[in-house]
């Protein structure tokens, strides 16, 4: 018996990084996984390795979910696969990064778009399947440069755009208590994904500048962020909302 026999996840960003460990975590726990990404391929790679896993997955790409008429085609369609929805597990994002005062206003927008738009559009599709079926729990990706600043790289809309997902968190849980609606952010520190290679390269100055931040003196592998995500979409958790974890090897402890 898994810890999420039954339950119907909607998981965003599912092409790679978190995103994909989340679905093999997932399903392996008895979820129906429905998983998207602007990423087609990518996406089904991810759809095939959770099937050869033994799981089940349905995948639904390529969808740009900054585009709220393309987030609520990816809920509708998401939530005909198996009749309704019980967790939304926003983890796709995309950011940029650069130093004051260069950084463009375009970079500013795509990354609030990235960051902040996605998860509340996909939200707002979602919650009234999740209150027509009497509840459900949603998840929010935010990071911890939601909590802290950070000196690498520069992250100027990073920071606010996280600050914003983990604002929106407590506002959901507010406004979802009386539907049953659990609402609660993850804040990773430095994560082994597509997205930290792409950001950092071989730039092994910025690595270790990163690391020492943190306690454990490391990077996090996606699945030690994921497990966390797996407690709080099941009814094991069913005391916590409102609620942001950080789970970042100890960088905001000091
Ligand atoms: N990697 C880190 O160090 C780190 C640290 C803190 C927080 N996070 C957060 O964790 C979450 C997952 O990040 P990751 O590191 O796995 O990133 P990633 O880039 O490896 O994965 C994100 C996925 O989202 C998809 N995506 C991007 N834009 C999209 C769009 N417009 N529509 C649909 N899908 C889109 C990408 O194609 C990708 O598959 C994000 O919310 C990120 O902000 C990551």
Redesign the pocket.
Known sequence: MGTLDGKIVLI??????????ASLVFAREGAKVIG????AE??NETVELVRRDGGGMTGI???????PE??RR?VEDAVAVHGGLDVVY??????YFGPMPDFSVADWRATI???LD??FFVTKFAWPHLVRRGGGVII??????GMIAGAVPPMVA?TA??AG?IAMTRQLALEGARHGIRAVA??????????????LGDDTSAREA?TAKTLLKR??Q?EE?VELAAFLASDRASYITGANYAV?GGATAW
Do not use: Y
């Not at 929010?140 to 440069?145: I, L, M, T, W, Y």
């Open positions: 965003t960003g599912t092409g790679g990084g978190q995103g994909r460990a998207s990404d602007i990423l990518a996406n790409a390529p969808m740009d979910l900054t585009d393309q987030a990816t926003n983890n796709a994002a995309v950011q778009a990235g960051e996605i998860p929010n990706v935010a990071s911890e440069a990073h755009a996280n997902v993850i804040s990773p520190g430095p994560v082994l994904t597509p997205a930290s290679r792409r950001d990163i990077f996090a996606p962020i970042d």
